[in-house]
């Protein structure tokens, strides 16, 4: 069973929502940040949201503002929820997870498959 898989990546048109979930088991939910990053191909990994472990938010400034990530500690989700989506965000979104997890995805950490997100015109 893999520790972190994320959810509700799909199609959507340009300014629409979209809510993505990363259900972590197997490992210790309390206690860790978890973080969302996309990547699309042939481009570098780049920061979205990260929701340290008492549930204070970062964003990076391209999502600030549309994007909210929040945690559900009962279920060991933390969702990311996608507001005014645009087109040049259409990328694989992954979740991650680790106690010293910062922005830059650096550090042990356990990470999820991914869910893609299109984003049409």
């Known amino acids: 069973q893999m520790p972190l898989v994320e959810f509700g990546g799909g199609p959507v048109q340009a300014g629409g929502s979209l809510r993505l979930s990363c259900r972590v088991s197997g490992i210790p939910f309390k206690g860790i940040h978890v973080a969302w990053f996309r990547q699309a191909p042939m481009k570098e990994r780049e920061f979205v949201a990260l929701?340290?472990?008492?549930?204070?938010?970062r964003y990076s400034d391209s999502v600030r503002g549309r994007f909210t990530v929040s945690r559900d500690e009962p279920r060991k989700t933390v969702f990311l929820q996608m507001e005014n989506l645009k087109p040049e965000t259409a990328d694989v979104y992954y979740c991650?997870?680790?106690?010293?997890?910062?922005?830059?995805?650096?550090?042990?950490?356990?990470w999820g498959p991914g869910t893609q997100v299109t984003v049409s015109a």
């Open positions: 929701a340290d472990w008492d549930d204070h938010a």
């Open positions: 991650a997870a680790g106690t010293s997890l910062g922005t830059t995805g650096d550090g042990d950490s356990y």
